[in-house]
Structure formats: structure tokens, C-alpha cells
Nanobody, 124 residues
Framework: QVQLVESGGGLVQPGGSLRLSCAGSGRTFSTFALGWFRQAPGKERDFVAAISFSGTSTYYAPAVKGRFTISRDNAKNTVYLQMNSLKAEDTALYYC?????????????????WGQGTQVTVSS
């Protein structure tokens, strides 16, 4: 069993940066790939980024590649999402997720565990 708690969301101006954090609990945390998804009002939950259990492999959605960076610290049971050059279309509720690396890349149905979400709003 893995429990995930996100933090770091907020209001930021276009072009700004935010770093999301997700703290996990459970002895098996480091054996899971971790990822981030986001869901805007009235839209489906979309994949954003994923990182393998070892941290050596990462994968990004085309919309965020080059602007967002996912990383993890297994000693702290934490995964991060550094978001730079934020745009209004990045506004969404961001969810932390845990599962298999391939499963996360496949979409929400491939995820085993979810956090409760943290709101990111990009607006001037």
C-alpha cells in the first residue's frame, strides 16, 4: 500500500515557475515508478510525466517536454515536478501517481495509487 500527498501548488503568472512535491509512505515506495497527471475543469485526466523506480528513465507528454522536469529522492520518499515557463493552459489540478513505468505512460488506467491533487493556476 502506498499513500501519496502532494504539495506546492498555487497561483503563478505566465512565464513563472513552480515546484510540486509528492511525499509517499509505505515500505515499497522505491519499487514503484512515479508520475504526474493533471485534470482541467471539464476535461479528462491527462498524463504529464513519469520516472522509473530507479530514477534513470523519464518520460514526458509533448505539451510539457522541455519545460517540466520530474525527479525523485527515494531516501526521502518524494517525487518532484519542476515546472518552468508556465502557460495558462497548464492550469489544472495536478495528481501524483504510482504504478509501473509502462502503466503510467499508458494513462490513468495504468495507475495503481493516486494522491488527492494540488491546484496549479497560471494567470496574470
Amino acid at each position: 500500500q502506498v499513500q501519496l500527498v502532494e504539495s506546492g501548488g498555487g497561483l503563478v503568472q505566465p512565464g513563472g515557475s513552480l515546484r510540486l512535491s509528492c511525499a509517499g509512505s509505505g515500505r515499497t515506495f522505491s519499487t514503484f515508478a512515479l508520475g504526474w497527471f493533471r485534470q482541467a475543469p471539464g476535461k479528462e485526466r491527462d498524463f504529464v510525466a513519469a520516472i522509473s523506480f530507479s530514477g534513470t528513465s523519464t518520460y514526458y507528454a509533448p505539451a510539457v517536454k522541455g519545460r517540466f522536469t520530474i525527479s525523485r529522492d527515494n531516501a526521502k520518499n518524494t517525487v518532484y515536478l519542476q515546472m518552468n515557463s508556465l502557460k495558462a493552459e497548464d492550469t489544472a489540478l495536478y495528481y501524483c501517481a504510482a504504478g509501473g513505468f509502462g502503466g503510467l505512460r499508458a494513462g490513468p488506467r495504468g495507475t495503481d495509487y493516486w494522491g488527492q491533487g494540488t491546484q496549479v493556476t497560471v494567470s496574470s
